[in-house]
């Protein structure tokens, strides 16, 4: 198996784990749109509420590489690229700098 279908296939499994993770394991899954949701399984634990953001990253990252070629420089590119990507995500969500977005027009309020 080559490099590149090796690397496509980690990246497609890690960002599908994250899909899963996030669904079923880091808010739940509603059934019968009910208020209560279900934790089909806890396979990761506490750890499995910050999995899918780095597997996102992380797939992205290898998806990326795959695209534009092998080079160091690109890998760490890459790799920075995605992390600072996700960090703005993540900063975003925290209350006081959500509100700000709000308050700036930048961020839907309703959240």
Known sequence: M??????????????FLGIYLY?????????????????VFDIFG????NLPSFLHSFSF???????IGFKKKWIIY????????????ELGQMQIVANKLIALGLAPNGF
């Open 23 to 39: 669904y079923f394991e880091r808010n739940g899954f509603l059934i019968f749109d009910s208020v209560q949701s279900l934790k």
């Open 78 to 89: 890459s790799s920075v690229f995605w992390f600072i990507i996700e960090l703005i995500f």
């Open 61 to 67: 990252s290898l998806l990326t590489v795959l695209i």
């Open 2 to 15: 080559n490099k590149e279908l090796r690397l496509s296939l980690i990246a497609l499994v890690s960002l």
């Open 46 to 49: 506490p750890i499995g509420n």
